[in-house]
């Protein structure tokens, strides 16, 4: 029995120590003895103090005495004691843990204690390694939280709207933006399919745009962002339509299959308007509305084919529009070419190519449009332009037509010839048109200043007289008068605030007044017959000792008819009342012209003019 | 079952009991453990008015999982005493008392180490409360190892409570650590013979007490 017990214990998977109330040891198994490379012969008979380590020595002591005395059995576990017996070859640092269990053993009066020993190194590696595993993972997870985060929110700040799915096409993330735009809050739209949140048609089809999961992976795409078309409205909650560009990328797993997309928005409404804007003004006419050279050249690369011969080009040309821009203005000049646009719009179809080429030069393309159709349309605008009128002038407009009819015809030549036929037509209708402007200029300037009305009827008058004093010919003489009535035409392009101004005048003021001869000069010399009187009206304000204006001519360089325009303009303007000063008498005004003979006034002359008033004043 | 003097005298004791399984959990781990006892009560639940008292005054973590360690007794006062605590506030336990960081590691399941730590607490204390009764009553007990389980507690009440063994003694007790505070209760059933022994000698001390 002894022996059988003792074979028992030899075979027990853990340390086993007994000792007596003494706490001397009376077994150590072979268990111990390979544990600890100690021999039972080493310690059977010694005292258990001398192996319990020195740290809480008295702690098992206590534990040793108390189950002594009551017979309890404990348990102590590694985790939290230090170890009991050390291992042979224990690396110092290294982790031992062992469980104890102490069992009291009461055999009539004799006492033993057993302490049964459980190496759980092992084990609390193992736990070890699983908690720093666990905790390794914790540490993970809180980093891919971090970076989730880190990309949540800059995938929610971004100012571009951005809507992720998963792999059913269904929402999982929407930033601000895309709130904003879509009209869909993000609690309402998660979850949701990402065609209801994102409701996207195409621009001109005005077919609903497929951003289903589906159209997404049945694409062959081969790079990882497609951006589609570009022409896409997306259509908010509450039926607003933006203007979108998009672009929408897969997101792959490790494998690369499809987990979800990405779709990123921008709301372009404005940068679409710009840039219609721009490209309406690259192929527009700023002022008219109408198509510009750019667009007639490209159009006529593009229209000229055999598929539209005949095809015809009307070349228009606004008459005066020079002489109004120099007369009345460009605001009035502006004018003219819209009323002009509006003949030309009114006289054609609502389809035709219009295009502004130049200042005043307009082209119409008739595709398809034989010359006789053309002449029609000519007719009609000019019969609805002479309806119209800028101040009191008519409109006027000169037409050249020419047809291509088959390939032999070159359209460079068919423009030339147009344009031949235009200029033409201009010969005969232009000088009617100006005659007709230089007597609306000078109604105009009388309207403006009833005083210029009689100034220049008495300077015309003068000259008038003058002329017969000096014994011109009879041509002459009208011609003079003619420019006596026109001397100041210039005027018109001035603002009247400075002739009319009381006091002296600044020298911004003076530079504005004296180029009233230039402006005359050039209204009239657009009149052919009037070239002459233009020079004329251009040198009046010279003077004879080369202080005058606009050329500074001296003595005899400035024409004669100037000179005695200079003379009467002075004389007259002297005996009228002006702003910044009351009228002279006669004999002043002549004592006047006399003492600036050989000043302002050919010395010459200035006899010829006292006899003329003398003439005048016997005459009357 | 105990009037309220009894009572009174038997929390007396168990503190004491339970005072020395303080000091002596202190020292394991090197920290300062208080246990106190809130509630203390011995019950016959065949008897309708302290099934009602039991009913009342059930503390709250026999409602959840809970981890416990279990050590039978026998000879003339024989039973079982185990000691509860909630599943998760286990782990919090085990964890304060190996000295480690709780939060990096929670990932609800109580390792191998956990269930040895939980068992020499349970050890701890039982034996001290089992001791002292033991003391009280001048009889040598024969215990066994605690065992540790896990259980749902309300699966497992009637099987604990209520079999042969009438009598239950229900202590709750609570844990303070630094600043950490858990509940855990202490169940013991044991038969007629022993409570009728315990209530006499609570009864003999409260004679020599009074006199």
Known sequence: MDSLCKNILKKINSGIIIFDEELLISHWNEWLEQYTGILKDQVIGKNVKEIIPAFKKNYYLQLFQKAFKMGQSMFCSGGLHPVFVYPANTMEGSIIKQNLQIDAIFMGKQKYILIQIFDTTNQFKRVETLKMEIANRKDVEQLLFAKKEQFKTTLLSVGDGVISTDKRGHVQIINRVAEELTGWTRAEAVGKPIETVFNAINEFTRKKCDYSFNALVSSDYSTDTIDTIDSVILISRNNTEIMIEDSVSPIRDRLGHINGMVLVFRDVTEKKQRQDEIKYLSLHDQLTGLYNRRFFEEELKRLDTRRNWPLTIILGDINGLKLINDSFGHGMGDELIKKSVEAIKNGCREDEIICRIGGDEFIILLPKTDASKAEKIVSRIQNIASQKKVGNLNVSISFGIDTKIDETDSMKAVIKKADEQMYHHKLFESPDMRSKTVNAIIKNLYIKDQREEEHSKGVAKLCQNIGAVLGLPENKIDELKTAGLLHDIGKIAIDETIFNKPGKLTEDEWKEIIRHSEIGYRILSTVKELSDIAEYVLDHHEKWNGEGYPKGLKGEEIPFESRILNIADAYNAMISDRSYRNALSKKEALEEIRKNAGIQFDPNLVNAFVETIVFMATAK | ?211
Not at chain 2, 14 to 38: C, H, R, W, Y
Not at chain 2, 159 to 182: G, P, R, W, Y
């Open chain 2, 1 to 211: 079952m105990l009037n309220l003097q009894q009572e009174d005298a038997l929390k007396e004791y168990m503190n004491m009991f339970i005072g020395q399984a303080s000091s002596l959990l202190s020292e394991i781990v090197d920290k300062k453990i208080i246990l106190t006892l809130p509630q203390i009560m011995l019950l016959n639940l065949e008897q309708p008015e302290d099934l009602l008292r039991y009913s009342e005054v059930r503390p709250t973590l026999f409602n959840s999982h809970v981890v416990s360690s279990i050590i039978e007794f026998g000879k003339r006062f024989s039973g079982n005493a185990r000691l509860l605590f909630p599943k998760d506030k286990a782990q919090v336990l085990a964890h304060l008392c190996l000295g480690e960081d709780y939060e990096a590691v929670d990932d609800g399941e109580l390792t191998d180490v956990d269930f040895d730590v939980i068992r020499e607490i349970g050890n701890v204390i039982l034996n001290s409360v089992l001791g002292g009764i033991g003391n009280l009553l001048d009889l040598k007990l024969e215990y066994t190892f605690p065992k540790v389980q896990v259980c749902f507690f309300p699966e497992e009440e009637e099987a604990i409570l209520f079999n042969k063994e009438t009598h239950v003694m229900v202590i709750c007790n609570t844990f303070s650590f630094e600043d950490t505070q858990l509940d855990g209760a202490i169940v013991m059933v044991f038969n007629m013979s022993s409570t009728i022994e315990l209530i006499k000698k609570i009864d003999e001390v409260l004679v020599d007490i009074d006199g």
